[in-house]
């Protein structure tokens, strides 16, 4: 391209001329820069100009940081950086250092004719003679410079101060847009990684917030089951303790009431060991004691403590080994026990007919020895979605309808696992709904010193021939002195102690009681007697029964024309619990455990309430 005619020339056409190329090169340059938008693009192609239209031997852009004292170079072409868009070198200069720094300072355009006679020039690696620095300016500030030097003295003239300025000027505005869709870009981003941080802690919070649920759920339905377990044997405890105190009841009375309260405090008693066990291991603060143990002589008197109790339900216990076992291995023997003691009190407790194996094998590894022992049942087994929560604290798998009668706090197989992993073991399940369970605990342990490994003796027990069976319990019991009582009361409940405690304290103020032990049978007798044209006066209805709980109990009664009012007796003291046996047609609720002194009075006065309700209409 074409060099600029000198601007010393007087010749009028010669500065029409110079004024057409200066027109044409400001036209191309305006061209260009309407069509870039990127701050780069935009100040590359002033430095660009500079060289190719106007001469320049360089051409620098420095613009204003957002701090306001530094002049940043974006652009720089000529010797120094000849390869367009890179900058060797790129330095920073603070406003109102050097000629470039004087123009930011001062808006002021600086044409330096030699620079050896002005002080203000900073010499880099190359010393030239003229220099030429004009402000960018935006709306009356400075928002950078544009500086060109050359190596000759005396070189720039009037026109290129003209046209340099008149490029700042035209570029300003360009400029100043860039910079603040750059800025809006960078705003952009940096409210992108904002919301991004945010909805991760967002995220992060629900997490949080869903655990802490659930651990409150957890204690919530913890502390619910607690008080359920609690109340019901402390009902009969302090009921029985009540009537004994009371000293008119006949020996016999006397001794099952005893048997009754013992039978209580002893479950009461397990109950809380299993509870304080489960938070000392949740808490950590389990100790471990290791003993030598005489492997198979250990699991063999575990087993044979629950001989009378297999032997009273008619089912075969053996114990054998498979293959060779070590004389003798290093373990926690108590928890050992537990564990074990656990299997076998679950194994006999769920099976009615058949047996209870226990098998134990073994087989040596580099720490010692691995052990395996299964306790199989031929019980009423597992369904295969309920052997997840088997070892979930309080969890009964079995639909409670078909537990009648067994006692359990859903608490032993958590406790055995948790213990299984303190002597490095593990229980896992196999078990089918109906076909029995297989109960296994799997554990690695060191040897004893002396230790062999060797067929163990056969258990003396194992031959022993069967006891005869027991006889079943009883069935529930018959309406007693049901023509001679002012009030019949109907009770369904099937914890057999407070029944019998309910029983005796009614019985006591004339009532004639008849005993249900689940919310079936009481509908079908309250049907029967009604029939017969006696309903009864009054129902006290346990809430959690097996076959039919009480709220589905009391809702089929409640139905009837002749429907007495129906008492919740309910062992969870939660206000929901009382809303849920109001909600289901009970007519007024009492808290378990009962007070022997003032639960008869309290019937009356809420049967009385009740009688005078129905009499209002
Ligand atoms: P529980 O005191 O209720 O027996 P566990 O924690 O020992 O509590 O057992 C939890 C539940 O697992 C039991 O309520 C029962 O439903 C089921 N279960 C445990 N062992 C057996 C078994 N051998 N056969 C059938 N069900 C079993």
Request: negative net charge; contains cysteine.
């Amino acid at each position: 391209m074409d060099q600029l005619p000198s601007s010393s020339s007087t010749d009028s056409s010669g500065s029409q001329i110079a004024r057409a190329r200066q027109l044409e090169v400001l036209h191309n340059f305006a061209s260009r820069q309407a069509q870039l938008t990127h701050l780069d693009d935009i100040v590359w192609n002033i430095a660009k100009t500079a060289i190719a239209e106007l001469g320049f031997e360089d051409c620098v852009v420095y613009l204003l940081d957002d701090d306001g004292v530094t002049l940043r170079q974006v652009a720089a072409h000529g010797p120094k950086n000849p390869v367009e868009r890179e900058i060797f070198n790129r330095i920073t200069i603070t406003v109102g250092e050097g000629i470039v720094g004087y123009v930011a300072a001062t808006g002021e355009v600086q044409l330096i004719d030699d620079a050896r006679r002005d002080a203000r020039y900073i010499e880099d690696d190359d010393f030239r003679l003229s220099e030429l620095a004009v402000p960018i300016t935006h709306q009356g500030r400075v928002i950078g410079v544009l500086d060109s030097e050359h190596h000759e003295a005396e070189f720039f003239t009037q026109e290129d101060v003209q046209l340099f300025t008149t490029i700042a000027a035209l570029a300003s505005t360009r400029i100043d847009a860039a910079l603040a869709l750059a800025k809006l870009h960078k705003t952009v981003r940096d409210l992108e990684a904002a919301r991004e941080q945010l909805e991760g802690q967002a995220k992060e919070l629900t997490q949080a917030r869903a655990a802490a649920e659930a651990a409150s759920a957890a204690k919530s339905n913890f502390l619910a089951n607690m008080s359920h377990e609690i109340r019901t044997p402390m009902t009969a405890i302090v009921g029985f303790a009540e009537l004994l105190a009371e000293g008119d009841a006949d020996q016999q009375q006397q001794v099952l009431w005893r048997n009754q309260l013992t039978r209580n405090a002893r479950y009461l008693q397990d109950l809380i060991g299993n509870v304080l066990d489960v938070s000392a291991v949740e808490a950590g603060v389990t100790d471990i004691s290791l003993y030598d143990i005489p492997l198979y002589e250990f699991i063999s008197d575990t087993v044979e403590i629950f001989r009378p109790k297999t032997d009273a339900k008619g089912l075969q216990l053996t114990l054998s080994s498979r293959g060779q076992l070590p004389t003798g291995i290093i373990s926690d023997r108590l928890k050992l026990r537990e564990i074990l003691v656990n299997l076998l009190s679950n194994a006999v407790k769920y099976t009615e007919k058949g047996d209870v194996k226990v098998y134990v094998s073994s087989r040596p590894t580099t720490q010692g020895a691995q052990v395996r022992i299964s306790v199989a049942d031929s019980g009423i087994g597992i369904a295969t979605e309920a052997i997840e929560s088997l070892f979930t604290p309080f969890s009964r798998v079995h639909d409670t309808k078909r537990l009648a009668g067994i006692e359990g706090t859903g608490l032993g197989l958590s406790l055995a696992q948790k213990f299984a992993g303190l002597i490095g073991g593990d229980i896992t399940v196999s078990s089918e709904l109906g076909e029995g369970s297989v109960f296994t605990l799997e554990f690695i342990t060191e040897l004893s010193d002396n230790a062999q490994w060797m067929m163990p003796a056969v258990n003396p027990f194992a031959a022993l021939a069967l006891k005869p069976q027991l006889t079943k319990t009883q069935g529930p019991e018959e309406i007693i002195e049901r023509h001679f009582a002012d009030h019949s009361i109907l009770v369904c409940e099937d914890s057999e102690p407070i029944a019998a405690l309910v029983k005796v304290l009614l019985e006591r103020e004339g009532a004639a009681v008849s005993v249900c032990s689940n919310g079936l049978e009481g509908v079908q007798r309250f049907e029967i007697l009604c029939q017969a044209g006696i309903p009864p006066d009054l129902i006290i209805m346990d809430m959690q029964m097996p076959l039919m709980d009480g709220y589905e109990a009391t809702r089929i009664i409640k139905d009837h024309s002749l429907a007495p009012a129906v008492i919740a007796l309910t062992a969870f003291a939660l206000k929901e619990d009382a809303d849920r046996c109001l909600a289901a047609g009970c007519d007024f609720y009492l808290n378990k455990p009962i007070n022997t002194k003032t639960f008869t009075r309290e019937l009356k006065r809420l049967h009385g309430e009740f009688e005078l309700r129905r009499a209002l209409g």
